[in-house]
């Protein structure tokens, strides 16, 4: 359609198809999966990365902010690290690639290679549409990951913690998790970089969760100071389920976060929770798409950011009510706390009501610390410095507490503090 | 212990002056009552002794032990010893009253070059201060004052007073929102801070809390400075006449 394309291609457009050609026939697949492999760089070969003119990634221009692609990682092991809480079970994805060996006690656990080598991967390989340039990516390249299938009824007694830990390169993995129904416990998606080299990670959690379900599922982005982190997280969410999902971004240079959510089953509840610690030059994006597609289902949506330096931060939060989703209870927030001149946060809420019985809103608020706070604290005898990053911290602190478990919060409460004492 | 001295202050955002020419002599020791009337500016007293940025003072001094404190913030104010129990502390979700109470006492203390408290030690010392005045203890696992009950809030006060033991104590309408039960135990609180070295002004519209509190001195504040002081019987005075007499005597 359009001729002149390939000859406008930017630097990191022709290193990913570089990077494609060289890795012929050393992506694992079937013919399917090769099939859609190949359909989906010739997308990016035609459209390029989205650029500001595509709705969807308006805040982000991606095809002008990546400017380069790191080489392909080696598959030196790069260190395993400590879980976040202890005692957590622990899968690791090390450079891309998992541990063929690894279990946890009642839970099916395989390697996403295998699906892709035996084709079973293949119907769920391709994008969401046409704007879906993640999907499209990790579509294209990825190699591995965990597919999990947690029993019904199953209760896990301690977080099921998955890091994906990489030393820089090209990193593409997916996690396929089905719940069963009934299921309760935590997850952790955690991405971390154990060096400073530039890295290009993309990832794609595909979540079912059974019916009546509760579930937490944390993603807590760590990654190295050069790294672009292209995240997507896929839910349906079954009847009577309730999900508690916390994206907590901490690091990166260039992130996009997309939450693709639908409540498929009547009686379900999301709670999303954001935590945005942005500083030094970098441009993060939290990106929603929640569907409520069947009536009786609620959500409530709370993202709070602390902008430093010269960072760039967007969340686009878009809800749909279908036709028929009568009763829906819907409430997004999005609070900011700019902390510099050159700080900048956009936000886009959406809603799109096509049924006439439902409660939806949305709120944002742009603030610096409220003084009377601040007053207080100093009134005690707590130095201005001081008080101010204990405000800030109460200001996100408050959201990781909504997680109740002890642990947990402690945990992040100490990511949270070392991020801010290194940033403020 | 402290001096006030010709003050004359205003609102720093629009020029409104409050205080006009106010004098007031607290010595170590002395409890102070300070009434008067609505708006005529108690509380804006409290907040310029305690550093508020949100008053700028044009004219006049207040020396505390001899010393002017005026360019002093309100975190150096505190850890030399001023501490304003608040009419309304604020809720401040995110901080746990623990963290709180145990960062106030250890910056204080960092500010005196005293050494950090031991967390068993710290965790004693609000034991106790939280049983003299009844405080559950399950209140203080929660955010600073949040969803604490107006009483509640008052008694947190007064617990951070005992922690922080001050030289010169200012109770901003304590008695505010407290029934009487609660009020005792406020006062009682209070009471166990006097002390030879210490001087506590007590800023209230009524003389209920003065027979719980008894001060040493009254003054009466009117449109931003002291109109009339006397000891103790002038609260009675004013609890029997009202304000009308004074007034109309000073002008």
């Known amino acids: 359609m359009n001729m002149q394309t390939t000859s406008r291609l930017t630097a990191a457009e022709a290193a990913l198809i570089e990077a494609f050609n060289n890795q012929f026939g050393k992506l694992p697949g079937d013919g399917a999966v090769t099939a859609t492999r190949d359909r989906l760089l010739d997308d990016i070969k035609k459209s390029g990365l989205p650029t500001r003119r595509v709705e969807a990634w308006h805040y982000t221009d991606l095809k002008n902010l990546l400017r380069a692609i790191p080489a392909v990682a080696g598959d030196a092991a790069s260190k395993t690290v400590k879980p976040l809480v202890e005692g957590s079970s622990v899968l690791s994805i090390v450079q891309g690639h998992v541990d063929a060996k690894a279990s946890v006690g009642g839970l099916e656990i395989s390697s996403y290679a295998q699906s892709l080598l035996d084709g079973s991967a293949a119907t769920s390989l391709g994008a969401l549409g046409a704007d879906d340039a993640v999907g499209r990516i990790n579509g294209s390249f990825v190699r591995d990951g965990y597919v999990i299938d947690i029993p019904a009824e199953t209760e896990l007694e301690q977080p099921l913690e998955i890091d994906i830990v990489h030393a820089g390169g090209q990193i593409h993995t997916r996690l396929p998790v089905t719940f069963g129904a009934g299921v309760k416990g935590t997850v952790i998606e955690r991405h971390l970089s154990v060096t400073a080299d530039a890295a290009l990670v993309s990832h794609v959690s595909d979540i079912t969760i059974g019916d009546g379900s509760e579930l937490t599922w944390i993603i807590l982005q760590q990654q190295g100071g050069d790294d672009t982190h292209l995240g997507q997280i896929r839910i349906d969410l079954g009847a009577d389920a309730k999900l508690k999902l916390f994206v907590i971004n901490a690091g990166g240079k260039l992130v996009r976060q997309e939450l693709h959510i639908k409540a498929t089953g009547e009686g379900s509840d999301l709670t999303l929770r954001g935590i945005n610690l942005l500083g030094g030059e970098t441009h993060t994006d939290v990106t929603m798409v929640l569907g409520h597609n069947v009536p009786n289902t609620g959500s409530t949506e709370i993202i709070r950011n602390v902008v430093f330096d010269r960072a760039k931060g967007v969340f686009q939060g878009m809800i749909r009510v279908a036709p028929d989703a009568q009763k829906t209870d819907a409430k997004m927030a999005c609070n900011t706390l700019l902390m510099s001149d050159d700080a900048e946060f956009s936000v886009k809420p959406e809603l799109e009501i096509f049924a006439d019985d439902v409660q939806c809103g949305h709120g944002a608020t742009v603030a610096d610390i409220d003084s009377n706070h601040l007053y207080y604290l100093m009134a005690r005898g707590i130095p201005e410095n001081k008080a101010r990053a204990m405000l800030v911290n109460a200001f996100v602190a408050e959201i990781v507490e909504e997680l109740e478990d002890e642990a947990l919060v402690d945990a992040l409460e100490g990511i949270i503090s070392a991020w801010l004492e290194k940033h403020a | ?251």
């Open chain 2, 1 to 251: 212990m402290l001096e006030i001295r010709n003050l004359h202050a205003r609102i720093a955002e629009d020029g409104t002056e409050i205080i006009r020419g106010l004098n007031l002599t607290v010595k170590a020791g002395e409890i102070a009552a300070i009434m008067g009337p609505n708006g005529s500016g108690k509380s804006t007293l409290s907040y310029i002794l305690s550093g508020r940025e949100d008053y700028e003072v044009t004219e006049g001094d207040i020396l505390y032990n001899g010393e002017s404190i005026l360019e002093l913030d309100a975190a150096e104010r505190a850890s030399k010893g001023i501490f304003l129990a608040f009419q309304y502390p604020v809720e401040i979700p995110g901080v746990a009253t623990m963290q709180f109470l145990k960062v106030a006492m250890n910056e204080q203390r960092k500010a005196r070059g005293e050494e950090e408290l031991k967390t068993p030690d710290f965790m004693r010392l609000v034991k106790d201060a939280a049983a003299k005045l009844q405080i559950n203890p399950d209140m203080l696992k929660r955010p600073l004052n949040v969803g604490f009950s107006g009483g509640e809030k008052k008694r947190a006060e007064i617990l951070q007073m005992a922690l922080l033991q001050p030289q010169l104590c200012v109770l901003d309408e304590t008695d505010s929102g407290l029934d009487i039960d609660a009020l005792k135990i406020v006062a009682d609180g209070v009471n166990a801070l006097r002390s030879p070295d210490r001087a506590v002004i007590v800023i209230t519209h009524y003389q209920r809390l003065l027979d719980y509190i008894v001060p040493d001195t009254v003054h009466v504040l009117y449109k931003g400075k002291v109109i009339k002081s006397g000891d103790k019987t002038l609260a009675h005075e004013l609890e029997a006449n009202g304000y009308a007499d004074i007034i109309g005597a000073a002008a």
